[in-house]
């Protein structure tokens, strides 16, 4: 799972692979598997806490 360009007004939209069968990672799987892109942003909606050392928002989030 990832979103590319966090730091632009427009970031990218999600992105997800299946790595055991795409290591190159060509087919994004995020239009066919939404109910992952769900459960990877209430994720990180519990989990994210501010870092000084990291500040970066994640748009949604």
Request: proline share 7%; glycine share 4%; charged share 35%.
């Amino acid at each position: 799972m990832l979103r590319r360009n966090l730091n632009k007004k427009q970031p990218g939209d999600w992105e997800v692979y299946n790595l055991a069968n795409d290591i190159g990672e060509k087919e994004n799987l995020a239009s066919t598997r939404a109910d992952l892109v769900k459960k990877a942003v209430e994720i990180f909606k519990k989990e994210k806490r501010p870092n000084a050392i990291f500040p970066v928002n994640i748009p949604g989030v």
